[in-house]
């Protein structure tokens, strides 16, 4: 007899997610807490959202063993052990399809730790551009207004921070179901920050439903972390 589409085995999970939890490093004894965004084609971003530290690589998995690598940015104002503000990352652990992931990461520059991750149900709504169009603050930490950005229905980005920085790029779907999306951005004007970042962006709810955009890039020497609050219209 045949065989049906009902006999192949299921797919390997992806890292696709919108995540929420705790990073430990060793080294320095504490958590913190962490925010990911993961695309369908492996593409991560972790963040501490206090204190700026990123990292940003490709995983893939078999079953539910997931391996990744790339790079890890130092929290603002510090660096890692070697002195550096960015070295490669490995990191390794279980990961439970659009459900939980716990790993354990090791650094370059000798910092070793693990982290554990929850998955949150914002990752399954769609991705549009429509979505995303409008105008928004840039906002600091505290919730300090520092600056204005436009998004185009076409996904472009224009924008301008309190000193002076410009900011021009594009947002593109990575898969229409799911709510991450690639981007990419050149900031000019801005002295030693110039450069030309890539990341992952993902909408979020805080008054309102798609009110906030959370966006996590890096130029492979520097870290790039935005957070922007939708201006309403009128």
Request: glycine residues 14%; hydrophobic residues 35%; proline residues 3%.
């Amino acid at each position: 007899g045949g065989s049906s589409s009902s006999d192949a085995p299921p797919a390997d999970p992806t890292i696709g997610g919108i995540w929420y939890g705790f990073n430990f490093n060793a080294e320095l004894g504490d958590s913190q807490e962490l925010m990911a965004i993961g695309s369908e084609d492996g593409r991560f971003r972790f963040v501490e959202p206090k204190t700026g530290s990123q990292f940003a690589g490709i995983a893939t998995s078999t079953g539910s063993m997931m391996t990744g690598s790339g790079l890890a940015f130092s929290a603002e104002g510090s660096t890692w052990l070697d002195a550096s503000v960015v070295t490669s990352l490995d990191i390794s652990g279980t990961l439970l399809d659009k459900q939980s992931l716990d790993a354990n990461w090791t650094l370059a520059s000798g910092e070793t730790g693990n982290l554990g991750l929850f998955y949150s149900g914002l990752y399954g709504r769609d991705s549009s551009l429509d979505l995303t169009a409008g105008e928004w603050t840039l906002e600091d930490d505290a919730g300090v207004e520092m600056g204005t950005f436009s998004i185009s229905a076409d996904g472009l980005i224009s924008g301008q921070d309190v000193g002076g920085c410009l900011y021009d790029g594009t947002l593109e779907i990575i898969d229409p179901e799911f709510n991450a999306y690639g981007l990419s951005v050149v900031v000019s004007n801005c002295g030693s920050l110039n450069g030309a970042f890539t990341g992952l962006s993902s909408l979020g709810d805080n008054q309102e439903p798609y009110d906030c955009l959370t966006v996590a890039a890096d130029d492979g020497t520097r870290s790039l972390i935005l957070s922007l609050e939708r201006i309403p219209p009128g």
